[in-house]
T-cell receptor, first 112, second 113 residues
Framework: ELKVEQNPLFLSMQEGKNYTIYCNYS?????LYWYRQDPGKSLESLFV?????AVKQEGRLMASLDTKARLSTLHITAAVHDLSATYFC????????????FGDGTTLTVKP | DGGITQSPKYLFRKEGQNVTLSCEQN?????MYWYRQDPGQGLRLIYY???????QKGDIAEGYSVSREKKESFPLTVTSAQKNPTAFYLC????????????FGPGTRLTVL
């Protein structure tokens, strides 16, 4: 059974600082997703990482995938208040069916 | 605009009642999914469908049922057999290319009174 662990689960940081969210998973997978969820809202897709060493960047967020270490990171650069949200990683375990296991999420609060 | 719609946004159910949550997409996606989200947790898969007239159980299918009579529609029924149905329910769809992620609807918040 695929297990996905995110840490930290809660993160409070000041504007302008950098931080990294970690997503570890227990079995082999070659596809990993990052999503953002605002309070009371649905999930918004941020990144799809398809291969070992994949790196994608959008604005102040950068995601990477190391399939050998079974680890993905979401790096936040110079945080701003608008980045406050819950971030989920999801690891594919049946790519034909599009099935993934989600982590419990990291709730990020960016303070002025 | 292309997207996924869910209705209703909020739903209240009395114990012993069945309720049906609607999910419609106009993205021309073959695959559709239903998830349940409890406070402070990630999403858990209830049912999924890869093609019309076919669907498969996910990890927590007990107490739920679905149908897939049309490509655009994938309704979820929460039956009285589901003992703890209060949760946020999310519907998603997905295209077929390797780059495809899942696109989520706005969700339905179900509360049992």
């Amino acid at each position: 059974e695929l297990k996905v662990e995110q840490n930290p689960l809660f993160l409070s940081m000041q504007e302008g600082k950098n931080y990294t969210i970690y997503c570890n998973y227990s079995t082999t997978s070659d596809r990993l997703y990052w999503y953002r969820q605002d309070p009371g809202k649905s999930l918004e897709s941020l990144f799809v990482l398809l291969s070992n060493g994949a790196v994608k960047q959008e604005g102040r967020l950068m995601a990477s995938l190391d399939t050998k270490a079974r680890l993905s990171t979401l790096h936040i650069t110079a945080a701003v208040h608008d980045l406050s949200a819950t971030y989920f990683c999801a690891v594919a375990y049946n790519t034909n069916a599009g099935k993934s296991t989600f982590g419990d999420g990291t709730t990020l609060t960016v303070k002025p | 605009d292309g997207g996924i719609t869910q209705s209703p946004k909020y739903l209240f159910r009395k114990e012993g009642q069945n309720v049906t949550l609607s999910c419609e997409q106009n993205l021309n996606h073959d695959a559709m999914y239903w998830y349940r989200q409890d406070p402070g947790q990630g999403l858990r898969l209830i049912y999924y469908s890869q093609i019309v007239n076919d669907f498969q159980k996910g990890d927590i299918a007990e107490g739920y049922s679905v149908s897939r009579e049309k490509k655009e529609s994938f309704p979820l029924t929460v039956t009285s057999a589901q003992k703890n149905p209060t949760a946020f329910y999310l519907c998603a769809s997905r295209g077929t290319s390797a780059q495809d992620t899942q696109y989520f609807g706005p969700g339905t918040r179900l509360t049992v009174l």
